[in-house]
């Protein structure tokens, strides 16, 4: 815990603009006994950026928008994850406020101009141990600029990466991936070079293959159902009925036709007659 390290008179940096970031910037801005004399704030992103958790944003952590995910081609579903990214990774906007109203009176009423610096656009690129003191190197690469900066203590908020469990190792040559990831069924199992009786399934490793919501524990007890009616070989729990707004696949709502598309480019053809 930070209240148990003395950073008082320190310079401190923290990495990563997300979420946690943002809570220990907080935190190191509005602590009085154990306050550092300078902070830095450093994010890859090209601003300090909300999270969007907007109401349509909010549709895709639905079971329905998950499966639509989960048929798409790989490629595509990349690209809508990078699309995506904000909707889980970015910062609570209250969260925003607070450090920005903090900030305004530490520079403004409490007239300390030297006490934090914000550095978005920036990737750290190096960090070593100097004499007494840490130094990071960044590079901006929108400016294609280089700066070093130096801290008593370094906090590094950056996420993580997911590997390969080690409790699959024996069958790592078995376990084909893609993007690095499983390749998921949609009962959660994943694709495997074994008997198909013998089935493993995953919880909280399919985002590649499911979409932004599977790391999130929003849509924890649907996958535990579709995983339970799977091993059971039958329906122990309702997952069905509708619980999105949004028509993500190809729609069947009374009036629309799938057989619409243009024979020739730039070319339109009536509907036929209902």
């Not at 070079?193 to 932004?212: K, S």
Request: aromatic share 10%; hydrophobic share 35%.
């Amino acid at each position: 815990m930070l209240e148990e390290r003395d950073l008082r008179d320190k310079r401190v940096v923290i990495v990563g603009g997300g979420q946690t970031g943002a809570e220990l910037m907080l935190h190191l801005l509005t602590t009085d006994a154990n306050a550092p004399r300078q902070i830095t704030w450093i994010s890859r992103r090209s601003n300090f950026q909300p999270m969007d958790n907007s109401a349509f944003a909010n549709e895709l952590y639905t079971p329905e928008y998950s499966d639509y995910f989960g048929g798409l081609p790989f490629e595509v579903r990349k690209q809508l994850l990078d699309e995506q990214k904000m909707t889980s990774d970015g910062v609570n906007h209250d969260l925003l406020k607070l450090i920005y109203q903090r900030l305004y009176e530490i520079r403004f009423l409490d007239k300390q101009t030297d006490r934090w610096r914000l550095c978005p656009g920036r990737e750290v690129v190096g960090l070593e141990r100097g004499e007494g003191e840490w130094l990071l190197s960044t590079y901006q690469p929108h400016s294609d600029n280089y700066e070093l900066a130096s801290a008593d203590k370094v906090i590094l908020c950056t996420g993580y990466t997911r590997a390969f469990p080690p409790c699959l190792t024996a069958l790592s040559q078995q376990v084909p991936l893609e993007g690095g990831e499983f390749i998921v069924n949609e009962d959660y199992s994943i694709k495997w070079d074994g008997p198909a009786e013998n089935r493993i399934y995953v919880q909280n490793a399919a985002r590649a293959a499911r979409g932004v919501a599977d790391p999130n524990l929003s849509l924890n007890a649907w996958r535990a159902a579709r995983i339970i009616n799977s091993m059971a070989g039958r329906q122990v729990y309702d997952i069905e009925g509708a619980s999105c707004m949004v028509d993500w696949g190809p729609t069947r709502t009374p009036g629309y036709r799938r057989d619409c598309a243009p024979r020739e480019p730039g070319v339109h053809r009536a509907l036929p007659k209902a």
